[in-house]
């Protein structure tokens, strides 16, 4: 009865984001009504292990008691702090010495803010500001990755190499520009490592050149792994490469850690495997484990110090009101102190088990891909392997197959590329991943038996 008004309500009233909103209105919300550890439960009672860890931002799970006391008794003591006027919390200065303490190399700057777009949207800014400072004005191009995700605001949405998230905004901006991407399962160059590299290089140098030159370039801008462009992983040594690239360069090197921060692909930060310091790093997501929003630019020592510098007794004029908000900060630092006292290794035993289970199926007729690092992870489905036929869009594959998985009781994310995606809980156990796998393997065989994917 609740279920069905509220079917209702939302139907009226709820806009959902990245969603047809008329296929939204004719399929009708699924209300979730509660979660513990990677185990949520819709309203119907119907219980399903989160695969995706709601946004791959549920990096500690659901149901830590700490974290909810945490967040408690700091709205009790200090619900809201500005960081303007020269203001501040315990929390929010403690939080960022503690990222900074952990953060690669001279990253030791960390401006807060609510999630994910907007610390993309803060880098812009601050590399505007900092090439001003370098009375490098020139610089104003900035140069992402194909298949690559920055967020939903319009910069960032500029930034996005997905058409899906350009159609009907006016996007990319004229001064965002592309390369194409690593997809090593797709690549031109073929699957060898240092020709995919090769090929980026050579990409990146080209498009510097058909710019006019580095001295028209202010930024380059990756993700360790690209995530919502299908978890495509990158050959090792392709980051280093590339920053090493764009340091040759003078362009500045942006790493958006979004999704790989906070050990969704192993260790607190994917830059320390990559073995790279970018100049600026994004995060949001597992910072706070999606229990309240937060997210964060982290600023090496050299930028920082010219933006300070060229600012001199001026303000910067960049802030938002929620800022270092001082209860999503201290959530962050007990999500920290969780991590640090087993979730980070139990996510790489877990990622390790779930990346084989996932490698044991691609026997599947309709397995043509399987990739990921650490509890990070996709398989593509083709309908020919050999061509690597991708399935019928018109079947509207997507849906379908999460439709199905749920039944199965897992959530995964369905791409309309026909890529499945995964990034559990970090604090999953062994018959939790065993289960993902288990319950992928019956969708399937579901969705081979579905006439239109055939
Ligand atoms: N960058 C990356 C790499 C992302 O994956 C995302 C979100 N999926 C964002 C930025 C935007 O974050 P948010 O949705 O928190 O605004």
Redesign the pocket.
Known sequence: MLSNSLVELDRAHLIHPVASYRGHEAAGVKVLTSARGATVTDASGHQLIDGFAG??CVNAGYGHESIVAAAASQMRELPYATGYFSLGSEPAIRLAAELAQRAPGDLNHVYFTL??????DSTVRFVRYYWHARREPLREHFISVEQ??????TV?AGLTALPAFHAGFGVPLSWQHRIPSHYVYRNPAGADDDAIIAASLAALDAKIEEIGGAQRVAAFYA?PIQ??GGVLVPPKGWMKAMRARCKAHGILFVA?????GFGRTGPLFACSEDDIIPDLM?V??GLTSGYV?M?AVFMSDHVYDAIADAAGSSAVGHGYTYSAHPVSAAVALEVLRLYENGLLENGARAGARLIAGLQSLRDHPLVGDVRGRGMLAAVELVTDKQRKTPLPAAAEPAKRIFDRAWKNGLVIRAFPTGVLGYAPPLCCSESEIDAIIERTARTLDDTLADAEVR
């Not at 999630?115 to 993309?120: E, N, P, Q």
């Not at 690559?148 to 605001?153: A, T």
């Open positions: 946004l791959w999630g994910g777009s907007d610390a993309v690559g995700y920055h967020g939903s605001s960032g993700e995530g919502s958006d850690e979004v999704i790989t994004t949001a997501k929003p997210g």
